[in-house]
């Protein structure tokens, strides 16, 4: 790799210590992976003094060399790979491809030297890891120091809550000094375009800026090797651009890249593409390749461009039956021929900046009930006028918004990501209230629902929300799909009937006894719609329900929406394929989306979890999204209690307080905040306001930004307050409320305890304001350090904290989508019987617990990746040293303490009050 | 009570020996053997890491669960650490106990140490009896005798610390021990129990999958 046409070297010429960075780069590392690393396998220690001759200058011209590779995971039966033969040169950019289970993510794993093979033999840039049958643990870990992985999920690769700490781990792990970090994260994440977020929160960002942020913290390490499971499967076109252009840049500068990819247009640049079948390979031609990818993935081809245009792939419909209106048929939509092919009055554009209603009159022939446009009866869903609009956003997801879906109609909702085609599902089943305007499903108006209203709808609405298979919990399918229609007070044959009836339906009767869990993706799908199927709803709202499934899968959602369709049932499926939409649908409804803010450079490139949130950031007007899995979010929920943290714009001018040892801080705070607890009295009360009030000054937050942060408190302060009035008896009565006397004491009580707990609360917020989560959880590890020598894992406890605190989020928004989930199958923790309530919080806390144990896989990759491992010496991009105002704080701080003690104990006599 | 012959693989001891199953990986069949034992693996951090954060979750989500007194809040987060301890061991119930509870220091300190004393009190001994009855009977007998521990702590900590929030005597405190502790924390204690006894199982599924 040299360094002229390095992408980075595209960066500013002006900055001499990049390239002092990328000189100096493999000397420490490798020096200090050997110091540090003791050797417990006594069966390879022999072997690595003899396969250590085979240093990395020393690799023949190839990257990796497997061969005879063979993998299983179930011990033997049956082999993942078998016997897998792959040559990769140094600079060659290779693409796996082969369909679901194929085996190419076990086989990038072992090239990215993250899992070891059963069998065969591997040399990873010139070390020989695997040989005869045993790792060599040694070796391992030096190749996999020059080797960077990226996966699938983005959330999941992004391990703390600033973007420049996640992009410098990787360095830190290779014990980089703090200079050459500083160098490697400007010029990583220069590469990646993604400069200007330093100080962002990568967990609030969209997928595509996640994944990018992703790739920046491998390039930060410079590896010789990348190699990317599907690092575009969860992010939208655009999004997908970014990250093959970050790549082509990689592939210029002679990085060696293994890509395992499922699209055909991913693999153009490669130099060649491996087919993976049956657990062996084949090398195919760039046109064998495409046309492979596209018989495959025929329902990925049709796409959503930016500009709003259906690029129409496959115009061949197969269903003869349709009713072919050539002008309406060609779906060329564009911005402004706004009305042109609106014919019917149940879908109006009222507002159309920030909504394009089309309507593509196509398949309208419905056995079963006859013409449902003209059918006069109430429709099934209508939106008047409906305005939504989430907390903290400053445009509204849906504006103006009105539709009418007939009785038995089938109608797609399309639209890019980010314009509230989730939203409006949320609408519909009464899980998010609309700002303005009415809605009524099923004949219910979901302004004014009685309980029972809300019963009704519960029974006859289902919702099938993005990825249904993470609300899956019960020990068995068959429990599982039950849960639904138990909750609405059947009887026990009706629910086996209707249990049944689902699982027939969707083709999985012989799955009924197994554990949801053991289950493939694709059928774990299939179940968790047949527990909505059982609940026998009138209207299906369905979100997005073939995403990520293969075409077997796909099919029996296609023949389910048939069958349900054919039964009178009314279908809004949100969908991304537009040949879905023609197959599927007798109406289009596409969303324009929000306005965009005039600085929006881009729409939004996020993916999924539409428009959940649309500003998330002041700076940009695209970070509006969140991954695939609702991951990165910042719903109401996960924020409440705490406060926010620093703003990206005052933390550029750290105060002085922001700029203190995190140590120090952390151990004088916490003091001062026990200590606060000592105050007895009106002047010590006083003595320890000014002491906040002088610490808030310094870390220059104003007297607002202290009470927004505080207002989640308020109410346990009043609770507090009236408590302590209510029990003291003592002193003289003011007035008495019924029984009860408040007293001078009783005041006097509430005032001070209150009060005191307030300035508390006040020192934590100042602390978690003016420090970040780094910061702190590298504080508490520096501080936890002397512990080390008894045996305490003090730097790996760090991390567990640090990762806890980047997940924290993320889990908690999980769990809202899974809370509202369950209560749209009738599960509630609010009403009904202490037994009832504790089946519905079970079938809450399962799920959740299955998505912390999924983040975990990936986020053990991810540390693998990144080089992370216990007791290597690691370095600190943000040096900690104590300096001349750590000891000046330290000194006024027990100045103010040794005032507060002696005005307690009366040495220092106030002035009594 | 049916055996049912649940195994939930075990990461907890650091230098634990032979009982590391598929959980996990990195010491599977497939390891590259980077991590080697008596060191956590990238796997074990990231768990720990996950249950945490569930538990840190759930720990912000608090609600009275008995008229009159509001200020004795119920949380999920105790069944995120029982848990935690019967699938990794008491190591793991210990660490999830204490970290979930570390943000909550920088606004209630005392409280903070108090929830931590009652859900370490809790989780550890009941990981440590399952670790050593890993049956239906074991999590059972371990909640139980988890629950005793947890009452001792939760009461204990109420009559330390109330009085640095309310301007009461020991003795005040004292007084409610009957009327208003026992039951709550007896409320508590039920529904962590029933929750983890009922999850446990599909857990362990998932665990062993």
């Known amino acids: 790799m040299t360094a002229v046409d390095h992408p980075y070297a595209d960066a500013k010429p002006s900055e001499p210590q990049s390239n002092e960075g990328l000189a100096s780069a493999y000397l420490p590392g490798q020096a200090s992976g050997k110091a540090r690393i003791h050797q417990k396998d006594t069966d390879s220690s022999q072997e690595t003094s003899t396969a250590n001759a085979g240093h990395p200058s020393d690799t023949n011209g190839f990257a990796a060399q497997l061969s005879g590779i063979r993998f299983s995971y179930d011990g033997g039966k049956s082999w993942a790979l078998n016997g897998i033969d792959l040559d990769i040169r140094v600079g060659e950019r290779i693409c796996l491809v082969g369909p679901n289970g194929s085996g190419k993510s076990t086989l990038a794993r072992l090239v990215a030297g993250l899992a070891a093979p059963d069998d065969g033999s591997v040399i990873l840039l010139g ?50 000094d703090p200079k050459t970090i500083t160098s490697r994260v400007d010029e990583s994440l220069d590469a990646v375009d993604m400069k200007d977020f330093l100080l962002d929160d990568p967990s609030r960002m969209s997928g595509g800026q996640q994944q990018r942020i992703a790739i920046a913290g491998i390039l930060a ?121 609106l014919q019917k009055p149940s879908a109006q554009s009222d507002d159309s900046r920030s909504h394009q209603i089309r309507n593509q009159n196509k398949a309208s022939q419905k056995p079963a009930n006859g013409d449902p446009q003209h059918s006069t009866g109430e429709p099934a869903i209508s939106f008047e006028h409906v305005s939504f609009r989430y907390p903290k956003s400053d445009i509204d997801t849906l504006h103006d918004f009105s539709m009418r879906v007939e009785q038995g109609e089938v109608v797609a909702i399309m639209g890019r990501n980010g314009t509230g085609k989730s939203t409006l599902t949320r609408l519909m089943t009464a899980l998010s209230k609309p700002g303005s305007g009415t809605i009524k499903v099923a004949g219910i108006d979901l302004g004014s629902m009685s309980k029972r209203d809300k019963k009704t709808l519960r029974s006859s609405v289902g919702l099938v929300m993005q990825q249904p298979e993470r609300q899956l919990f019960a020990e068995t399918v068959r ?22 009836r689902a699982l027939a339906l969707l083709g999985i009767s012989g799955l009924a006894e197994r554990s949801p869990f053991s289950l493939s993706g694709g059928q774990q799908r299939l179940a968790a719609i047949a527990g909505i199927i059982a609940c026998d709803p009138r209207i299906l709202v369905l979100d997005e329900p073939t995403a990520g499934l293969d075409a077997t899968a796909s099919e029996r959602i296609y023949a389910l929406v048939r069958t349900l369709n054919a039964h009178g049932v009314t279908i809004v499926m949100i969908t991304h394929s537009p040949r879905q939409a023609r197959q599927l649908a007798d109406r289009i409804i596409t969303l324009g989306g929000p306005v965009q803010n005039d600085s929006g450079n881009s729409l939004n490139n996020g993916t999924g979890d539409d428009g959940n949130r649309n500003t998330c950031s002041r700076k940009t007007s695209q970070t509006g ?139 934590g917020i100042i602390l978690l304001q003016t420090t970040t989560p780094t910061a702190l959880t590298d504080g508490f590890g520096s501080l936890l350090s002397p512990l080390r020598r008894f045996g305490l894992h003090t730097q790996e406890l760090a991390l567990v904290m640090s990762l806890a605190l980047r997940f924290l989020p993320t889990l908690a928004d999980e769990a809202r989508n899974i809370i509202d989930a369950q209560a749209a199958r009738g599960g509630s923790i609010e009403t009904g019987s202490p037994a009832k309530r504790i089946k519905a919080l079970v079938a809450i806390v399962v799920p959740i617990f299955a998505g912390a144990l999924r983040h975990s896989d990936n986020v053990s990759l991810a540390l693998d990746a990144q080089s992370y491992e216990e007791g290597i010496h690691r370095t600190h991009w943000h040096a900690m040293r104590i300096s001349g105002k750590d000891i000046v704080f330290v000194i006024l701080c027990a100045l103010y303490l040794a005032v507060l003690l002696s005005l307690k104990t009366g040495i220092l006599s106030v002035v009594r009050l | 009570m049916k055996e049912t012959g649940l195994i939930m693989s075990d990461i907890s001891d650091t230098q634990n020996q032979s009982d590391s199953h598929s959980r996990d990986k990195t010491q599977s069949t497939h390891s590259t053997g980077v991590a080697d034992k008596g060191r956590w693996s990238t796997q074990r951090i990231a768990i720990y890491a996950l249950f945490v954060a569930l538990a840190m979750a759930a720990s912000f989500i608090e609600f009275p669960i008995m008229p009159g007194v509001p200020w004795l809040k119920y949380d999920l987060s105790g069944i995120i650490c029982l848990v935690a301890g019967f699938a990794f061991g008491p190591m793991a119930a210990f660490i999830v106990s204490v970290l979930s509870w570390i ?16 859900s370490v009190f809790l989780s550890v001994p009941a990981a440590m009896i399952y670790k050593r009855m890993r049956t239906r009977v074991g999590a059972l007998v371990g909640i139980l005798v988890g629950v005793v521990f947890g009452l001792i702590a939760a009461i204990g900590g109420n009559l330390l610390i109330t009085p640095i929030y309310a301007h009461m005597t020991t003795v005040q405190v004292l007084k409610m021990v009957i009327p208003i502790l026992l039951p709550f924390n007896l409320i508590k204690f039920a529904i962590h129990g029933v929750v983890t006894f009922l999850i446990y199982k599909p857990i362990s599924n998932l665990l062993n999958r």
Request: hydrophobic letters at 45%; glycine letters at 6%; charged letters at 20%.
């Open chain 1, 221 to 341: 390490m410079h590896p010789k090797m990348i190699v990317l499971d599907e690092p575009t499967a969860m992010l939208d076109l655009e999004a997908q651009h970014d990250v093959l252009q970050v790549l082509d840049r990689l592939q210029q500068s002679g990085t060696t890249i293994v890509h395992v990819t499922h699209r055909p247009e991913e693999l153009k640049a490669a130099d060649r593409i491996l087919s993976l079948e049956n657990g062996k390979s084949i090398e195919l031609s760039q046109t064998q390749a495409a046309l492979k990818l596209s018989v495959t993935n025929a329902d990925d081809t049709g796409m959503l461009k930016p500009d709003g245009v259906i690029i129409d792939e496959n115009p061949g419909i197969p269903n003869s039956s349709v009713e072919k209106k050539p002008n309406h048929h060609k779906p060329i939509i564009s911005k402004d021929s706004s009305t042109a092919d």
């Open chain 1, 625 to 763: 999204e969140s991954a695939r899995d609702g991951n990165a979010t910042s719903g109401p929920l996960s924020r409440k209690h705490l406060p926010s943290r620093e703003d990206p714009k005052t933390a550029r001018q750290p105060s002085i307080i922001a700029r203190l040892d995190p140590r120090m801080k952390l151990v004088v705070f916490l003091v001062l905040m026990f200590t606060s607890f000592m105050v007895s009295s009106l002047p010590q009360l006083g003595l320890t306001a000014l002491m906040v009030i002088v610490l808030a000054a310094a870390a220059k937050l104003g007297p607002k930004r202290l009470f927004r942060s505080m207002r989640g408190f308020l109410i346990l302060l009043l609770v507090m307050g009236v408590i302590n009035m209510l029990f003291v008896r003592t002193g003289k009565p003011l007035v008495t409320f019924w029984n009860f006397p408040i007293t001078d004491e009783g005041v006097m009580a509430a005032i001070l305890y209150t009060c005191r707990f307030g300035l508390v609360i006040l020192l």
């Open chain 1, 479 to 500: 429990q599982d799909v039950a849960y639904g229609p138990s909750n609405q007070d059947l009887p026990q044959e009706a629910v086996d009937q209707r249990v049944d």
């Open chain 2, 103 to 118: 943000p909550h220091l920088f606004m209630n300190p005392w409280g903070a140490i108090m929830s931590i004393a009652v």
């Open chain 1, 127 to 176: 070390f020989n890891v695997f040989s005869s049958g045993t790792p060599h643990s040694d070796l391992y870990r030096k190749a996999r120091r020059d080797i960077g992985a990226v996966f699938q999920n983005p959330a999941d690769q992004i391990i703390t809550t600033v973007v420049g700490d996640d992009v410098a781990f990787g360095p830190e792990n290779l014990a980089l």
